[in-house]
């Protein structure tokens, strides 16, 4: 191809998406938009590089040229993939007619750092000129499966695509399998959802403190701009994801889907949502109805792009009759942060190693009722039961588990646990509930490294079966308010690293079996975390080290993706961190320097206490 003619192709594609920032604006005069060059040289503007485009700006496909060459051909594809088109149908036409019966753009979906380099490759098989190879190559970060669930996965990536020549014009009839996106078209184009299932509580169900109704948060990558109302809807009726549903059921019956082919879901003007079911789901029961329509409507909640947020959900059968009807206000019985608790207080242990407490409106702490907040109380680490009723202590030298009432008049009572690890470092590590009522610990012990939880705190102590965890041992541990996942920090050969784990129940209620598996790296990332707390519904806060840098404060979804929320400045030298679900609610952190420090909505990080250690939520 000559130089007028490729330097004709690039600005085809520059134009596009100018283009398509200017129909933006003229939609969205409010948001801003970028200015239309009309001067300078012709550039090649490659994908991944779009990222600074104002968010709401469309992009669109280009369809082939005349002439195109291989790598032109195989680069002008990948740029039409990343197009806002529903169907891709523009990326089809770079394909043979067989080749784009044969593709399936959702089949999975590669990530890699920038958009994969482009070469063409000697083809030993291509005698008579009709045939090429393509060889796309880059590092790879991640990948989203057809069930939408992310995975951190870095490696080198290659892929080869064969391209077959149709009259005079080069045409792919080896497409890739899926997409092939650099991250930050990825992160343009694809959003984190929830969606929500219920816990399988199995023998804990009877004794758990909020019921059987416990919603759990399966996070799943879907399009920004395509339909997301719909796309979310039948991403909840596909069911969970593999990692999760072992641990979470769905009330909606096998087979379950929307009732009409091509319907557009979207809020009508009350706000109310109607999704009419395949006959899968025509003579449910009205109970089983209501549980379909919690977790339809948390699913959904919060999705526009706007303040709009769901009133009502109503499932309707194949013939328009109604299934049932659940308001956002009846809907409260199964939010999923109705086992976080609301909490009212920060803790943590002051100087004198007693539990302290403080609210979001006092700059001073204060000693909790109870034996936890008298002279004497020897604690190292604490824990507050969600409802903030009662609280679990370890002794500073790691070697006791004490659990009482957040009351006056309370006993401290025997120890619940004892460590044999002869030290603090090697003893119990601080305790978490989860919102069932259940309390987890650690024993750090060398001889009996042990996971243990106390059934509704108070009760027998039930070892959990746990992986090799390849040959590291726990060093600290947070659950999740559902009581399905389990953050742990494991330390092996020097380095501690992140790991979440899923619960499963089996056995009787008196004779419950408790495991973790399916563990897996939450922040590949980092070398070294040194803390991590709950943060969301999906999501964890830590501090952590990658190789060779400094400490940073960063956001993580428990499927290892970086959370799509704000970076907070972290304080110097984070050995503890802890943040409430409710994510209105302020940052406590535990620092070498400055002690407790506090980062208040719209501040910067206070002081609360120089000398406090161990901060906590109630969890």
Request: proline share 6%.
């Amino acid at each position: 191809m000559g130089a007028d003619r490729a330097d004709r192709h690039l600005f085809r594609r520059r134009w596009n998406l100018s283009t398509a920032t200017l129909l933006s604006c003229g939609a969205l005069l409010l948001t801003g938009c970028a200015s239309m060059p009309d001067s300078g040289d012709v550039r090649r503007v490659d994908s991944s590089p779009r990222s600074d485009v104002d968010s709401q700006v469309r992009v669109y496909g280009v369809s082939p040229g005349k002439g195109e060459q291989p790598a032109e051909l195989v680069s002008g594809f990948l740029e039409a993939t990343t197009s806002d088109e529903e169907n891709f149908a523009t990326a089809k036409e770079y394909l043979t007619k067989g080749a784009a019966k044969r593709w399936d753009p959702f089949a999975r979906t590669t990530v890699l750092e920038e958009a994969p380099d482009v070469r063409v490759e000697t083809d030993p098989g291509d005698r008579d000129g009709s045939g090429k190879t393509v060889v796309l190559s880059g590092k790879r970060i991640a990948s989203v499966d057809a069930a939408h669930a992310y995975k951190p996965d870095e490696a080198r990536y290659e892929e080869r695509i064969h391209l077959r020549l149709r009259g005079s014009e080069w045409r792919i009839d080896g497409a890739p399998p899926g997409l092939v996106l650099g991250e930050s078209d990825f992160e343009r184009i694809y959003r984190s959802v929830n969606k929500y299932y219920f816990a399988d509580l199995g023998p804990d169900a009877e004794g758990s403190r909020v019921g059987d109704h416990v919603l759990v948060a399966d996070p799943v990558y879907l399009r920004r701009r395509i339909d997301p109302v719909t796309s979310t809807v039948k991403a909840l009726l596909d069911g969970p994801t593999g990692w999760l549903d072992p641990v979470v059921s769905t009330s909606f019956p096998t087979g379950t889907a929307l009732g009409r082919r091509g319907e557009k879901l979207s809020l009508d003007d009350s706000n109310t949502l109607k999704v009419r079911l395949n006959d899968r789901a025509a003579n449910i029961s009205r109970s089983r109805c209501v549980r379909m329509a919690a977790q339809t409507l948390f699913t959904v909640q919060n999705l526009s792009e706007g303040s709009s947020e769901v009133s009502t959900v109503k499932l309707e059968r194949m013939n328009g009759s109604e299934l049932c009807s659940l308001s956002s206000d009846a809907a409260r019985a199964y939010a999923p942060d109705r086992v976080n608790g609301q909490p009212h207080h920060q803790y943590f242990v002051d100087s004198e190693h007693r539990m302290v407490r403080l609210s979001d409106e006092e700059d001073r702490s204060r000693p909790v009722q109870g034996p936890f907040g008298a002279d004497g109380a020897g604690l190292g680490a604490v824990a507050v039961s969600r409802d903030e009723r009662d609280a679990a202590g370890v002794t500073s030298d790691g070697r006791s588990l004490y659990v009482t009432e957040l009351a006056s008049g309370a006993e401290r009572g025997r120890a619940r646990l004892h460590s044999q690890g002869g030290s603090s470092e090697h003893g119990l590590t601080a305790p978490s509930w989860d919102g069932l009522g259940g309390l987890w610990v650690a024993d750090r012990d060398p001889e009996r490294p042990r996971l243990l939880r106390l059934r509704g705190g108070t009760g027998p102590a039930d070892e959990v079966r746990l992986p090799k965890l390849g040959g590291g041992r726990i060093t600290a541990l947070r659950v999740s308010a559902d009581g399905t996942r389990i953050a742990m920090l494991v330390k092996h050969s020097g380095h501690t690293t992140l790991r979440l784990g899923r619960i499963e129940r089996k056995g009787t209620a008196d004779e419950p079996k408790l495991s973790v598996v399916g563990v897996h790296t939450v922040a590949p990332k980092l070398e070294n975390v040194d803390t991590v707390s709950w943060a969301g519904d999906s999501r964890l806060v830590v501090a952590g080290r990658e190789p060779g840098g400094v400490q940073q404060l960063k956001y993580v979804e428990t499927d290892g993706s970086p959370a799509d929320v704000p970076e907070v400045p972290g304080p110097n030298g984070v050995e503890a961190i802890t943040a409430s679900e409710d994510q209105t609610r302020p940052l406590i952190a535990q620092t070498r320097e400055n002690g407790i420090v506090r980062l208040l909505p719209n501040t910067d990080w206070t002081t609360v206490d120089e000398d406090g250690t161990a901060p906590v939520y109630p969890g």
